[in-house]
């Protein structure tokens, strides 16, 4: 079994930030990717960010310039730094990791969502 447990989130003022992490457990040989998904209301789940085990990051167009995510390969943990918040970063957070399982197959989770709600 693998889980991921998220921390961080809560209620921001636009303009302000906000730090999220997660951390990976469980039967784990490895991690590929790491990376953040979230869901406002009424929306699909899109991606946010997502870093290899290299360090290659990826970010969405909307959050550019403003998130940071960055990885801690010892502890298996990933974060996500927000700043400038907006209230359309108002979502839930959802963390993701690609990992590969004991029995060495690749395999995908998420983590339970956090909520980041940016007030106006």
């Known amino acids: 079994q693998v889980q991921l447990v998220e921390s961080g989130g809560g209620l921001v003022q636009a303009g302000g930030s906000s730090r999220l992490s997660c951390a990976a457990s469980g039967s784990i040989v490895g991690i590929r990717a790491m990376g953040w998904y979230r869901q406002a209301p009424g929306k699909q789940r899109e991606l946010v960010t997502v870093?290899?085990?290299?360090?290659?990051?990826t970010y969405a167009d909307s959050v550019k310039g403003r998130f940071n995510i960055s990885r801690d390969n010892a502890k298996n943990t990933v974060y996500l730094q927000m700043d400038s918040l907006e209230p359309e970063d108002t979502a839930v957070y959802y963390c993701?990791?690609?990992?590969?399982?004991?029995?060495?197959?690749?395999?995908?989770?998420w983590g339970q969502g956090t909520q980041v709600t940016v007030s106006s």
């Open positions: 993701n990791a690609k990992i590969i399982y004991t029995d060495y197959t690749l395999r995908n989770y």
């Open positions: 870093i290899t085990g290299g360090g290659t990051t």
